[in-house]
């Protein structure tokens, strides 16, 4: 379980304040999304669970326990991280790219090679023809897996994701979101996933925390946010999204 | 081609030591470059520091960190001139080090810190293999560098390449000079190349290419150190002699002959020419060297400090005496010629004139034209002579000494400043005019022998014949065969020691 619990950051003396007094919890196995434009504070509230940034105010604990009293690194081995643009090391292999977290906590090399073998297996890349590539000799879909793999090498309980699945194209998001999603469920991972991808959002999330100039402006089940009319911000979106979800389904009645 | 053959027979011993200078710098720079640059990266401090430091080094000439090496280190040949080549290395190095480092793609920090690696590990996972494209770049331009400048440790005594273009210039031997540039071109091209190839092997990460591109660099290194390895094996149990000298033809004559004296005794020559005049003249007396011909003047004004003018006999005694007493060296006595600056007219026009002496020139001097060369008008030498016979010409010229010949000989000129023992003089007919007032100090040759040498008695017994043996006419004989006659020196040195065995 993580908690969140008036998480501020600001930056330059107090002068610009990017994520302002957020609270939230996510429970074990859940999946929750944060949705917001850039700017919105949505990726700086994700990088102050690892600790890629500190808050300035707040706290945040794992398990009862505060980050902030936790080693920064080991904090990080503990949770998987995969980004857009997926940030694949490109002078290591596929194995030896997903092996880099079991590295780091010093897993014996054959544990290590059955691990790497076992996770491409999980991400739908069989690990004989693929284990041995450069990630330049994959297409992007293809470094997008293995970018899931090295986040799940190491049996992490919590993944953090910062639009993992934003530079594929349409076809391949789609049937990597429906992968990950069963991964997800199958494994019970507890994800925070960040995206200004409203559709994204609503078909991924357990619960959708919506962020509007560094607030929290609503959470709550998909069902539940896209109807929420209480904040004019995700009045607005949810109508916008609504509104074309009609209009796709009036062209697919029509053609038919 | 007897020439280009005689100078292709020193290419294993020249190109073996510039390849091992050379590399032995590179291996150095990079050694020292790439851990500074590792600890550079972290603090902006620490990197502005270094590179700016190494900035600097890289703006001091070539030659003068060669010569400043020599001074620091008080030591003649391979180790002052590898430092200072190491120095001049270490720029293009550090800087594309530090560059590459620095500039990875945010992207691959971020997902590295992200997963859990401390800043170290970033460091040498991440940065430091995503660099290694860059680095090479940086040792491909510093192995260019080097292998250029390691021609310049001829004038501090490092066997090198140079040897044949500084010697070749001297001499107007452009088969040397050919020979030597186009062997030190070659291997920058053969090196630059090979590096190149595994640039792009660490770029494409292509096993393959890697392989063959260290095999090509592991046979020319090898190629390299096979005649320095050799001479290591080499069994031969002669004493060394090393014989100095500096940068002119006489003094590569002298020290071949002396050398072929020496080799006659039972010794191992080992022949350091083209040095700098200070250079020669330090490293004897802290016995880097153990003998090279001097001249009384040099040792009188330079040295001593001295601007009066003494009689020949005077000057060698007092000199003698003050080099004995200030580093143990000793003067082993005049080789029986002068090398001094000496005024000269085409022959003919001086016995139409009538003119002999200076006293005879200072009547026509008015109405003639003097040259000479670049140094000579800024020199003490000619305001003595112009002060003691009121000389006044109709105009002045400096200019390079060959032309300076030639201008006389073509009558551009009347009179120029030439050295007495000039090969030239015998060759163009010229006459030298007698100094009555002796106001040109005297430059006689002068075998100097190092504190150590002086004491062994084969070596004086060796070099000894050679005093009071070479007069003025056999030195200019010498000179021409070298400077007009276009023979190696070697080859006028044996000619010259024949003469002397006669």
């Known amino acids: ?256 | 081609m007897e020439n280009l053959l005689e100078q292709l027979s020193l290419l294993p011993l020249y190109g073996g030591a510039h390849m091992t200078l050379s590399l032995s710098a590179i291996a150095a720079g990079i050694t020292l470059s790439i851990p500074l640059a590792l600890l550079a990266s972290r603090t902006p401090t620490v990197q502005w520091a270094v590179l700016t430091t190494a900035s600097v080094l890289q703006t001091i000439p070539g030659l003068a960190m060669l010569a400043f090496m020599f001074l620091v280190m008080a030591r003649l040949g391979f180790w002052p001139a590898v430092t200072a080549i190491t120095l001049y290395s270490m720029l293009p190095i550090l800087r594309n080090t530090v560059t590459g480092l620095r500039d990875i793609d945010d992207n691959f920090v971020e997902a590295a810190r992200g997963l859990g690696m401390t800043n170290d590990q970033i460091l040498f996972r991440v940065r430091l293999p995503l660099a290694v494209p860059v680095i090479i770049a940086g040792i491909r331009t510093a192995t260019v560098w080097v292998v250029g400048m390691a021609t310049l440790g001829t004038p501090i005594g490092a066997t090198c390449l140079g040897n044949y273009i500084f010697s070749g210039l001297q001499t107007q031997n452009h088969t040397a000079v050919f020979v030597g540039s186009a062997a030190a071109a070659l291997l920058a091209i053969v090196l630059d190349q090979l590096i190149g190839l595994l640039q792009r092997a660490s770029e494409k990460r292509s096993r393959p290419l890697a392989i063959g591109a260290a095999a090509g660099l592991a046979a020319v290194v090898l190629l390299g150190l096979t005649p320095s390895m050799l001479g290591a094996l080499d069994r031969d149990e002669r004493p060394v002699v090393v014989i100095g000298g500096k940068n002119f033809s006489e003094q590569f004559v002298l020290a071949e002959l002396m050398a072929l004296r020496l080799e006659d005794a039972g010794f191992r020559p080992d022949i350091r020419t083209g040095l700098g005049s200070t250079v020669v003249f330090e490293a004897l007396a802290k016995g880097e060297i153990d003998c090279y011909v001097d001249y009384s003047g040099t040792i009188w004004a330079n040295h001593m400090k001295r601007d009066d003018v003494e009689d020949a006999e005077t000057v060698l005694e007092l000199m003698s005496e003050w080099l004995e007493e200030t580093s143990g060296a000793v003067c082993l006595g005049a080789l029986g010629f002068e090398n001094a600056y000496a005024f000269a007219m085409r022959g003919e026009d001086a016995r139409e004139r009538g003119i002999a002496s200076l006293d005879d020139l200072v009547r026509a001097a008015p109405s003639l034209r003097v040259a000479g060369d670049y140094e000579f008008f800024s020199r003490p030498e000619w305001a003595a002579v112009r002060d003691a016979y009121g000389l006044e010409f109709q105009s002045r010229t400096s200019l390079d000494s060959t032309l300076m010949y030639e201008g006389l000989v073509a009558g551009q000129v009347d009179v120029i400043s030439a050295f007495s023992s000039d090969g030239r003089i015998a060759a163009y007919d010229l006459t030298v005019l007698s100094d009555p007032r002796q106001a040109l100090p005297p430059y006689d040759a002068i075998l100097l022998l190092s504190p150590r040498a002086a004491l062994d008695a084969r070596i004086v017994d060796a070099l000894a014949p050679l005093i009071e043996a070479i007069d003025d006419d056999l030195m200019r004989n010498g000179n021409k065969w070298v400077d007009l006659d276009r023979l190696s020196v070697r080859e006028a040195a044996r000619r010259m020691h024949s003469a002397l065995s006669e």
């Open chain 1, 1 to 256: 379980m993580i908690v969140l619990d008036a998480v501020s950051k600001s930056y330059d003396n107090g002068r610009i304040l990017a994520v302002d007094a957020v609270s939230l919890s996510v429970e074990r196995g859940e999946f929750v999304v944060l949705l917001g434009e850039s700017g919105s504070g949505k990726t700086t509230t994700l990088k102050m669970i690892n600790r890629l940034i500190e808050p300035t105010s707040g706290s945040i604990t794992l398990e009862g326990q505060p980050v902030l009293e936790m080693e920064a690194h080991r904090l990080r081995r503990s949770m998987g991280y995969a980004i857009q643009g997926v940030g694949l090391f490109p002078h290591m292999r596929v194995a030896a790219n997903v092996a880099v977290v079991p590295r780091l906590l010093g897993w014996k090399p054959e544990a290590i090679h059955a691990r790497v073998n076992e996770v491409l297996e999980l991400v739908g890349l069989p690990a004989e023809e693929y284990r041995d590539r450069f990630p330049a000799q994959l297409s992007g879909g293809q470094q997008q897996r293995v970018g899931f793999a090295r986040a799940l090498a190491a049996k992490p309980s919590v993944m953090l994701m910062d639009e993992p699945f934003g530079a594929l194209d349409p076809i391949t998001r789609a049937d990597l979101q429906a992968e990950f999603k069963s991964i997800q469920e199958r494994l019970g991972l507890t994800v925070i996933m960040v995206t200004h991808d409203i559709f994204e959002a609503l078909l991924l999330a357990d619960r959708i925390g919506v962020m509007w100039k560094g607030s929290l402006a609503a959470l709550g089940t998909p069902r539940e946010v896209l109807h929420e009319d209480k904040h004019e911000y995700v009045r607005a979106l949810m109508c916008a999204a609504r509104d074309q979800a009609d209009r796709l389904e009036r062209m697919a009645l029509d053609s038919g």
